[in-house]
Each structure stands twice: as C-alpha cells, then as structure tokens.
C-alpha cells in the first residue's frame, strides 16, 4: 500500500519518479543492470544484449505507431540503414563508435522523413503499406548497390571501438548497448512530458483538431518518423557491431512485423509496454525452448515435434494475450501494479 | 567411460523455411553420434550431441550457440545457414576452440583468412558449378559447345556460385545464354519459361531451390517441345524431387557428393549409415541426402578430433583445423566413392546423378570428379 | 396498464470495477411517452444500453435485476434479436454509418425487419415525407451532413425499422429550436399514429416534459423522483434545476444574473 | 472596432452550398453568436475562420488583415482559439496535458530540447504549468480532475475541459461551437457564468454557435442568423427575436403551453 | 521490340493478375466489414491447399471433388477463426486485432509443419496440360486455367455485393458496430460470414497457386506480396481488387521479364509509391471523412 506524497513544486510534480518509493525501485534496477553482466552466462548475456537492441527500436517504433499513430512496417529497413552506415563507415573510416552510431542514427532519421513524406496525405493501413514499399526498396538498395554495401555478401566489421578500446565481447558490448537503451527510454520519457510528445499524441488522436490547435501536422509527422527512424539507427548500428556482419537479408519483413509485434503486444503508447514487448517477442521464443530441453531426455524425438509445437503455442500466446488483454502487457503489469498497491486491503 | 565427452553442438534448423532439411540433417547427426559411442566413441571419449532448433532464422541460431558453447565444453558445431556462419565468424575466431561446418557450402566460407575455424563438408556451390559444367564441356566438342542458362533464387544462397559459374563457363566455352532470378519458393515462373523459350538452351542449371519452381520450368518447358537438359546443385538434387514430380522428373540431373542412400554402391561406413539409419527407425527407409550431409559432417567432425588427439594436441580451434587440412586421400568407406583430400577447408569433390523416374531413384552418369 | 418494458431495480459495472447503477427501476406501459431525466453521467445512456443489450460492447454488464420487454425478460438476448422483436435504440450521438450515403443508412435499418414477414419498402419514402431535408441528400455521404441532418437520419432509421418502442437518446442534442419541435411532433405522431411507445432520455427537460405522459428523474444511478409529467413540472427542484425557473413567481431566471453559490438539491439531503 | 470582419465568403462541396455570401463583422469585446437552423453553415463558418476549410470567395479579415493564406497553425498562434461541435479532446492524454497541449503555439521547445527536459525546455514547461494551473484550472474549477484521462469523464466536463484547453491558447478571439449542448440547465448556467467572466477578466472576444435560446439571448451582445448559408439577420438580441424571417426559419413560436397542446392533445384535453 | 514476346509475357501476367485478385478479394471482403487488414490471408490459403493436397493427394479422391472440399474446408476454417479468435476481439482497435492475425498466421505454419511435415510439396495436376494458344500467343494452361476459375468467383462476388443488401451490411458494421446492432443487424453473424466468403476466395485462390508454384509451410508470404494489390486498387473495393490484381500481376511480370526478376518487387512497390501520392486510398477505396 503506498500513500500518495504531497507536492511542494510543479517541478516535483512533473518529475518522472515522483516518490521515494520509485526512485529506490529504479535505483534497483540500475544495480541489477549493471552486476548483471557479470553473473550472467554468455547465453544470457547475449540475450540481454539482443533485448537491448530490440528496446531501443521497439520504444522508435513506439513513438511513431504508438504515441503518433503512424503505423510502419519499414523499421527493419531503417535498421538496415543504420547497420549499413556503421559498417561502410567502420570499414572506410574507421571512426570510433559514437561517431558511426550517430551517423547511422541520423542517415536513418533522413531516410525516415523521405518516407514520411506521404504520411500528410496517406493513413493508416495504407500508410503502413506504403512504409512497406520503402523497406522494399531499402532491401532492393542494400542487395544490388554492391559498392557500397557489398551486394548480396555484404559487410563484415571490426569490432566497435574507441579511445583504443575494442568493444568484442558481448560482455563489452551489453555495455553499450543498455547505456543507450536506458538513455533512450529516457529520451523517450522526457519528450512525452513536453511540448513535442504532447503534439505526437494529439496528432495520433484527432489529426484535424490538432492542426486547428496550432500543430502544423506535416512538421511533426516527419519529425516523429525521423526520431523513430533514427532510434532505428541506432538500434540497427548496434545490430551491426553486435554481429560484425550485415547482409541484406538480415532485415527481413518478418523483422518489421517483429517490431510491430513487440509494440502492440506490450501496449501501443506506452513505453514500458515497448520495453515489455521488446524482451517478450525477443525471450518468449527462447523460454519456450526450455520445453523442448526438458522433453528431450524423455523423448529423443522432442525437437523434431515440438518446434511446430512452439510455433503454435507462440502464435496462441500473442492471441491469447491480445484477446484475454488488448492494451498489452503494460496494462497486465499496471493490474498486477495496482493489486499490490491495494493489496493488504483487497476485498 | 569415465574420459570427458567430446561434444558436438548444433543450430538446427527444425523449423522454417528449411526445416524440411533440417529434420534430416539431425537425424544423421544424432544417428551417427549413437553409432560412434557404439563403437567406443573417440579414443574412448564418448560424444554427446547438443542442439537447437533456429527456424533457420540467424539471431536465433547465434543464441544457441551462445548457449551451447557457454554450457557445454564444445569441440565442434553444426551451422545452419551462410548467415550464421558469417555472423558467428568473428566470435569464433576469437574463441580458437571450436571447428565449425554445416548445412551452407557458401563459396565465401571457403576464404581460410576470413573463415579459418570454418569448413564445407563437400564441394562449395562455385565448385558445384565447376562440376556440373565440366560435365557438360565432355558432352560436346571444341567449337560445339552446348549452350546453357542459369536459373536461381534472389537469396545470397541463390547469388552465390553465379559469378563463379558464369566465368568458369567461359573458360571452358560454354555460352550462358539466358539468367532467370526469381523469387525463391512458389512462384509462377510462365513469364520466365517463355524467355527459355526464345533462349532454347540445352542444359538449364538450377539453384538456391528445393523443388519449386523446378517443376513448372521443366514441365512447361517440356510442353513447349524444348528438349532441354535439366540440372541441379545440392540442395535442389534429393529425392523429394522424384516423389513429388514423378514421371516428370526422368532425366532431371544433380551434382551430388556423397552416395545416394539407395544408390547400389557400398562400403562399410555407407554400410554402416544404413544399418544405422534402419535401426533407429525402421519406418522411415529411404533417407534424404540431408541426412547423408549431416552424418558425413559429423564423420569428418571425428576424424578431425581423432587426428588432433592422436597427435597429443589440444582440441583448439587452430589444431582442429591443421588436422583438417592435413586430411589426404581419406577414405570415407563409401560415402564419396573416392578418397578425398581436403583442399582450402572443402571437399571438392561429386558425381552427376541422374534421375531414373521408373526406378524412382538417382542413378551416376559420371565418374567422381575431383576438382583440384 | 399493461407495461412494454419494466426494469426492476438494475445494477451496472463497467470494466468491472465501475458501478455506474445502483438499483434503477422504471416501467414503460404500452403506447406512453415516458422521459427519463437527469444531469450529466447520472446513467440516462448507460440504462438505455442495458436495455437494448449494448452495454456489452463497452465492457459493461448488468449485475442484478431483470429487465422485460413485452413480459419477457431479455436476459442473454443477443442485441439484434430485440431489434428485430422491436425494441429500437437511437443511440446519444447519433452514430449515423458515416461512410454510407443517407439512403444506405436508411438500407441498414431495414435490417430490423428480418424476420417479421413484412416487405421492406415503402419506409424509405415515410421517412422523406417526415424529413424532406433528408430526400435531397440522399445520395450523400452521412458524415458530410450537418449535425442537425445526422439527428433527422437516425430518427429516419428508427421510422424504418416500425419498433413497438423506440428509446431516445437526447435527441435534440444540437437542433436549432424550431427543429426540436418539429422532432418532438413527429416524435409524438408517431407515438399517436402508430401507438409506437417512447422511452425519451433529454436534456430538454421542458420539452420533455411536455411531450411525456409520465417521467423520472435519476442522479447517480437510481431514480430520485417520478410522477406523472404535470406533476413534476410543478416540483419545485425540477422547476429550478431542469426548467430554470427561478423563485416563486415562476419568472424564467436569466442566465446574466446566475448567483455563484449553489442551492443544494433537495433530493440529495 | 471589429475584429473579426467576413465579408462575402462562399463555400461550397460539390453541389451544397454551405456558405454563400457571407457577410458580417465581429464587434471586439462582444459576445457574438452565430445561430441559424441546422446545416446554415455555421461550423463551416468557424472551419472557414480557423483556417480548416477553405471558401472559394470572399475574405476574412482578422484584426484589419486578412486571413487568406495563412495556414491553421499560424492561425491558432494569431489568437484564434476554438472549442469543436462534436468534443475533440485527445482522449490519450489527462486533463493537465489536454490543456497544456492548448499552449503548443506559445512555446519554443523543440525535438532536442524535448528529449533532454533541460534548461529552457523545462523551464518553459515550468512557465507554462504554473501559468495553467492559476489562471485556467483554479478559474474552470476543474482542479480536482487534472490527473483524469479525459476519455472517463463525463460529458460536462469534457466541454469545460475544451474550453480550458482553448483558453491556453490565449485567444484574443474565442470560438464555441455549441458550448452547452447536451448540458442540463444547471451545468448551462456555469458554463454560461464562465463565459461571461472570461469576456470580462480575459480581454477576448466570443464568438459563439448555440441552439440554446435561452442561453443566446441572455448574454450575446450582438446576433447574426445564418440560414442555408446566408445572412438573414444581423442585430440585437431583442431584434433579433422579433424578426420574423428569424423566427419562421429557425425560432418557431417557442412557446412551450402552446408546444404542450400540440404534442399532448390527449393530456390537456383531460 | 519483339512484340509476340511482349504480348506473351503480358497474357502471362495477366493471368497471373487474375489469381492476385482473388487473393485480394479474401483481403477486401474481411476489410469492408471488419476493417482489419487480415495477415493471415496467405496461411488460410496455404492450408486450404494443403487440404486439397490431403483429399485429392492422399485419399485420392478426384481433384474435381476435392477442389471444392478444399475450397469449403478453409472457409469453415475462416468461419472458425472468426469465432474463436477475433470474435471476442469486437470492439478492439483494428491494429490489435490485425496483430491477432499475424499470430493466427503462426499457429497455422506450426499446424501445417505439425500434420503435412516441413517438406516442400506438389499438388496433383488437375488443371489440362495442354498448352493454350490465344492466336499466336502460348499461355501456360494452369495459369489460363486458373484466371478463368479466378475470375468467374470475383464476378460473382462482384455481382453479390453491387445488388444485394449484404454489402451495406458489411460496411454498416466496418463503420460503427453498435449502430449496426442497433440497427438488427446482426454483426458477429456479419463478421463471421465475412471471414468465411474472405477465406473460401482466398482458399481456391491457394489452391490455383500452389498448382502453379508448389507448396510448403512458407506458401503463406505470397498474401504479403498481394497486399500492393489491395492497397493499390483500395482496401475496401472489390472492383478496385479485381483493376488492381490484373494490373499488378501484368506490371511484374513485364518488370521481371524485361528488367530480371530481382525487380519484380521494386516495380510494384514504386507503381504503389506512384499512386498513393495521387489517391491516399487506392484506386477506388472509400475515403476517410474528416470533419471537425
Ligand atoms: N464505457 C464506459 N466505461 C466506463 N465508464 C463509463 C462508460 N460509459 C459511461 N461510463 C460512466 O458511467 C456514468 C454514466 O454514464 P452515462 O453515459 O450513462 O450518463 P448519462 O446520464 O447518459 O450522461 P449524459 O447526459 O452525459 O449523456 C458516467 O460517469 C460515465 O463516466
Ligand atoms: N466537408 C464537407 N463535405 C461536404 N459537405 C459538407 C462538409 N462540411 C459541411 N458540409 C455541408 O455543409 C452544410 C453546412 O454544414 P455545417 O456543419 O456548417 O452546419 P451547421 O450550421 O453547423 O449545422 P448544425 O447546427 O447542425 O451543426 C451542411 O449541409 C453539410 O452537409
Ligand atoms: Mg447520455
Ligand atoms: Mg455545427
């Protein structure tokens, strides 16, 4: 049971822990991030890594289908653009990472307002196709312009490096890549609380009345489309140094449609609901996994039957949570929350 | 048995687009692991066989090694797909203890600097097509060169021998008189057989497919009246084709470096497999030629091992590999009807088989060729 | 009288958590206009909605009581089954199917005729005569019209569908004077013409009243005073809190001249 | 003065002609209200004004300069603040951030600042907050919702909620499109009260579209009757009333004994 | 320009046009009622295929009985989705419910794996092999086949809803789905008649194809590729499906013809650049009113 504590400012007010209570929780948090890479297995360190990268695009993806409304199937070609850049400049330049991620950040964010550039006059499913069509070209571009990208074989990299440190490791990568994780969520949860998140949302409400309001509605589409694309930069620049290798096919449609997954599964507009997408789309394949392991001994055959099997209780999963929770995890977690916070006097 | 388990790990692709070889490649892997600890395992050390299901998709398959390489002390690894393979180079690289192979024979893999801890269990997809165009030099003359046309998937996989291929032909003669690409899997292909049509060449080399569209180019083309030889790489050569094509498959040719499972060859390994193969699962009969790759993948896995331990070295990666390369004149007891010596981590070895619809089986109509 | 709807003492939750009514009863007897009256969010929509069974779509359910219609109790009646038996709801908004023209507005409802063996034209002709506006824009598309033509369409739709109730949901929301009079009369003919019996929700408590033979009034989800219309005209709380007539002399109050304290409502004591 | 002044605006979609030379002025200072039977034209006059739709003749002049070309946005920032027929408030978004989303033309923060919440941008959010709070949520009365999602309120609520938003605006001209629509009679007679007190305290001008006479009458200043997009009327509210071209098109005899014996002829026969 | 080439790639795309119709037809009819861009389309007619494959393949019986079994089979299937997986979603903004449907897409590749097995598969010939001559011009008779069986369904589709109260149905509930049940319409029955007529085009749609190119568990992306069409020729319109099929399917055959088949995509996809910049809804799609 928590009591809600009296406000002395409206700075107070705003802030984004407004109790003792959540600033201890977050605190927790950050501890747990940081010891656990060095309790975790690499398996478990690579996957922490991988849902690193995943939050970061999914909460891009967030604010553009989630807080602005602009349904996009192209964050997987986005990504690409921010792999492509860390590779060709890495292996061209040579610059250090913050170097190539930013650009890879910014090089998307300008691809993202080419393709936003319909978004005035074309919506909603149709805008999702037509962000389908810019990831077709993108893939297009990354296949057959062999210059630069390398064609079909694509680029392989060195790894991430700077002031003479070399990021190999997944271990020395997780620390990159939940730094940025964290400050994007940041990011994210600073622009809502302002002016320019508050214009995403009332486009994504009433587009109309928000323009009679003063939100010149094309600026803050293409900006929206930008930021989301160049945290698909980022997240795709990561990508690229955590593998050290991309190809075209490593941004398939499939890939798109994941993110768009984690999105709506964790609660469209909200972003602790991107990052509850973001690990369930990313771990919940994993964890199933375990079943098999555990048939295995019993049953030598298990794998051959139970990945069909997996197939089909991930798909149930994702409608069973859709049905049994429209509004996603977040709204599951925000029960779950508010059952505690009752809790000793629950009727 | 109380030596330490030598362990071979695998990404498997169970489900997916390549599932279909993916259920067969671990059947061979898992039979031939039972066979060998039935024989006294390696030197006395059992073998344990670890896998994942990927659904052939690369992140995934880079997880399970992840784990498997973090739980289990790994000697070698299966990989599923040329992505994974390039994307795991670099961790590999770094690890040195661990030699990789599996169901890619990307040209790339090749490479020894790029790819030094990695090996194809046969001929790559260029050497393939080297094969295959060899045989088709022989069946003309100097002057009278047959014409040929490539068809092939637009994946990396469909992309990978072309530009080999298409040089190679050159050298020998042979004129490339038409190249389809298209999309892999089903598809309706009637634009592209029409330009077959005005190409008219005599032999259509396929690849990066399985069966589709494979069938619709040769019974389409067969309808038009052309008199077109059929050819296939690897994947594109198993016997799916025949049960599903039926008839329509007679003729149809595939470069193929191990024996067929029914072919009427011996030896005693092949023996062996069959003898394996029959018992574990004694409904199953005929097995695909994945399952053929995936126990020649982990026969070469134990040959390496072997040879690393009998020379008193530590199973690293650089070890493993020295072993590798020092294999010469081997003899697979009937796998490849040769003996084969390992040439920039390959196999280059094959055989053109050809389909004899009737007898519902691929028969030789080559010798073994052994590119050097 | 014999009653085409009784609803006896209801209780409705939404989202599970919100209870919206609490113990709500009113009858309807065949052939009346009865008004249902109330402030904002007192539940005037949500006991329309329990009725004609949609609360479902919003998350909402009836909790307890029994609602009937023609005697029988509608409990798990799928929402289009009561249509069809005649029971029509012309929802608050209006709801008109803004990407259909007005004549395919008028189309769907006919759908309310399934099953009663009649034939479905002709209504589409009542409803121009009510409503010549209507007629020429029939080709257009329902969004596009005014909010005052969006009303006239959804009374269109209830017409075609000939109910033996029709419950109203504010429907002069948004119509200039003269037109809510003219709705009210055409709302009364057809309650005279075709004994069709009216459950009115209105803010328009004057006009309400006027039409009604019967009337209730509800805060807070329940009913806190009933009577017949006359009489409640004459209840001074109705009078100052719905009629806006202040004191004694029966002199309409000026919106110029509004105290800024509150008189505390009787019925709330 | 006037600060408003349309003169000869005509609109039309397709064949309906929603708007045809218009012709009237907004006194400053001035309660204005616009009536007229359903569908005259009235919210396509206030798109026309807000910059939404766009009349194929005539002008709007706003201010003494005219409004042609000037996109919705600018417009807003100019002073031209609204409220809408069908409430279009931002249901994602609680009470404070609807309002606060009303003062998005007085604020200069952009994406970067946006993403640090630091220096000006705070400071600005600050500003803005405090300016919120004390002059629009403690004079609507609406301090006890400020943290609700406004898609859980009721009806009369989210109207105030609407005007407080178009108050952040800081409008110099203040437009309602049917404030007390759906409104019992007291919720009318607050809303009725806030908007008279706003004209007073506030230095705006109201322009407003109502149904209600009641309402109209008591507290416009000046009156203009729009009827199939065209000026019937123009005047006092007195006169206004006692036009009978009014009165035939739109007011009808508004007698509610008289209303009473046509509806209930059973009743008062009885 | 060798003109007897270029008119046989284009009866060639044509036909193959005609079969993308039909697949977006199963797309449109779910969108006009349900507004839900269904992502499963392409499984249903996967396993609709693979139906047929089991009664004509395995229990052999004649493909002329078992086109229709098939054919009924994934409506029924359609049917069942519907009332199991999106019924309960009424009511739910579209976008979730789509992404119900791409999780139904998963559960039909794991079902298919689970009772066909992974492996590639052809589907017993039906159609005759004997090729088609329009004048001078060859065509492919499985694809000439299949454009007429094609056509003759979306024609009477087409008939349906041009002169029967169903499509105003259909498109009352898409629009607002308590108003149509307070209209007595009934709409779980229209949600889930839509699903089945969506599913029974889309299932012989899969059948003609997988004819033509094979089948196995992936057959399913083939639905995403026919999206261009329903976007191109407007989410909602029938006629719009059966331009824009016939256009799409022409326009990347000739592109993968003339330019090679790794441009068959991008040539689409630019043509639905192309469009949308021009008409936000497609051809001939319903646009979105907007009103303050
Ligand atoms: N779908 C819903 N979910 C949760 N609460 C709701 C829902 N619909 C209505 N309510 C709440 O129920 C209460 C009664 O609502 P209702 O719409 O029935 O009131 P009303 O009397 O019709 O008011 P109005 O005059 O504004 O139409 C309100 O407090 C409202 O906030
Ligand atoms: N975007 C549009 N497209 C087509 N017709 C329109 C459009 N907007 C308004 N109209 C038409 O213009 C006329 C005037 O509409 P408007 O909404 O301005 O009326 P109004 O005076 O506000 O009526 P009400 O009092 O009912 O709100 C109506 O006939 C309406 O159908
Ligand atoms: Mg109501
Ligand atoms: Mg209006």
Redesign the interface.
Known sequence: MRIGDAKQTYLADEAIWTSSTQKIWFALLLAVLLAFPFMASSYLLYLGCLVGIAVISTTGLNILTGYTGLISLGQAGFMGVGAYTVAWLSLNTGLPFPVTLLAAGLLAAAVGVLVGLPSLRVKGLYLAIATLAASVFLHFIFAEWEPVTGGMEGLSLEPAHLFGLEFRSDFAMYFIIVPLAVLALFGAKNLFRTRVGRAFIAIRDRDISAEILGIPLLKYKLMSFALSSFYAGIAGGLFAYFYRVVTPESFPLSMSIFYLAAVIVGGMGNLLGGVLGAAFMTLVPEALKLLTAVMTPIWPNAPVFMSPMLEIIFGALIVGFLIFEPHGLAEIWRRVRRFFHLWPFRS | QDKDPIVFGGS?P????F??A??HL?AGL?DYTNWLNDQGGINGHPVEYV???T?YE???S??AF??I???ENLATYYGDST?FM??I??EVN?MNSVLMSGASFAT?LTNNE?YPYQFIPGPNYSQMFGIILEYIASQGEEGDMPTVAFVYS???FG??PIENGKARAAELGIEVVEE????P???????????M??ARPDYVVFHGY????I??FM??MR??GLDTQFMGTFWSSDK?IID??GEDADGYMGVMPYNYYDSEEGGPMLDALRAQAEKSDPEAGYRPTGYMQGWFNAMVWTEVVKRTLDAGKELTGDNMAEALASIKDWDTGGIIGIPVTVKDMSFPVGRIWRVNASEGRYEPVSDWIHLD | MDAVLEVDNIEVVYNKTVQVLRGLSLRVPRGAIVALLGSNGAGKSTTLKSVSGLLSLEDGEVTAGDIRFNGQSLKGRPPEKMVRDGLFHVMEGRRVFEDLTVEENLVAATYALTGRGQGVGGGQEMVYDYFPRLKERRRQLAGYLSGGEQQMLALGRALIARPELIMLDEPSLGLAPLLVEEIFEIVARINREQGTAILLVEQNAAVSLAIASYGYIMENGKIVIDGPADKLTDNEDVREFYLGVGGKEGEARSYRDIKHYKRRKRWLS | MNILEISQLSLSFGGVHALQDVSFHVPKDTITTVIGPNGAGKTSLFNCISGFYKPQQGEIRYQGAPLRGIKPPKRAALGLARTFQNIALFRGMTVLDNIKLGAHVHMKTGLLGSLAYYGRARREEMEIREEVERRIIDFLEIDHIRRQPVASLPYGLQKRVELARALAMRPKVLMLDEPVAGMNREEKEDMARFILDIREEWDVTVLMVEHDMGMVMDISDHIAVLNFGQVIAEGKPQDVQQNPDVIKAYLGNSDIDDLRKRLNPDREAA | MDWLFFGEISLAGLAMGGLYALIALGFVIIYKATRVINFAIGEIMMFAAYLFLAFAGGMEISPWVAVPLAVLGGALLGGVIEKTMIRPMLGESPISVVMVTIGIASILVGLVELIWTADPQLLPSFLPREPVFIGELYLAPKIAYGFLIGMAMLILYLLYFRFSRGGVALRATASDQAAAYSMGINVRRVFNLAWVFGSLAASLAGILVAATGGLSPQFGIIGLSVLVVVIVGGLDSILGALIAGVFIGWLETVAGAYLGGEYRMPATFAVLAVILVFKPYGLFGTHEIERV
């Open positions: 498997i169970l489900s997916g687009v599932a279909f993916g259920i671990h898992t896998m994942e299901d659904a690369v992140d995934r880079v997880a992840k784990k390489s973090g739980n992505g390039k994307a180079a670099a770094e790339a790029q637009d994946t990396e992309k990978d389809i690409v298209t999309k899997g089903s598809v309706d292909v009637s634009a592209e057989v029409l330009k049509r005005r399985v069966l589709s569209p069938n619709e019974v389409q309808q038009m799916l599903k094509m």
